[in-house]
């Protein structure tokens, strides 16, 4: 799990992306102070890693958050954070398995590339990639590995010593 390298100023906002997600009744917005408990609920139900309610509560804690949300049917179906873990990192990310593959992650994490970019970030941190997502960070997002990062950042983290790269 190694980390990966994002140029926020190569990102495009991508309209028909978030209108054809509209269509389908599925709104990304930035979360608010009174949502975070409903998210931190999203985390726990859809069994992610319970370190990233931790993460959240971080993302939570800047005003304006550093959390977006995809909503359908006034239900949230996946979030994504920046400056959570460290500054100038993305994610945590997470979809709802039944709402996958329907192009939330990638409207996520445009979102939240483009709010760091407005915030002056020139490039950002994608924490321990999922090898299986590492292909859509690279396609839709040029993002490239960077060698020898694992555990990098984390390094300091309880509990790093029973993972593996």
Known sequence: M?????????VQEKRELYEKLQKKGICIKRALGLDASL?????????FSARWVDECRVAFSFQPSTCYIA????RI?????????????LGPLGVK???????????LLRKCMLSMRESGYGY????WADPKAAPMYEKRFGAVRIP???PGI????VGIEEMEE
């Open 2 to 10: 190694a980390d990966m390298l994002v140029k926020l100023y190569d």
């Open 124 to 127: 950002a941190m994608i924490g």
């Open 71 to 74: 909503v359908k049917e006034s």
């Open 154 to 157: 984390y390094s300091n983290m």
């Open 97 to 107: 398995k039944s709402e996958r593959s329907q192009g939330i992650g990638e409207a």
């Open 39 to 47: 998210v931190y609920r999203f985390i726990e139900e859809n069994e």
């Open 148 to 150: 020898g990062s694992f």
């Open 77 to 89: 179906i996946g979030f994504c954070c920046y400056d959570a873990a460290f500054r100038d990192f």
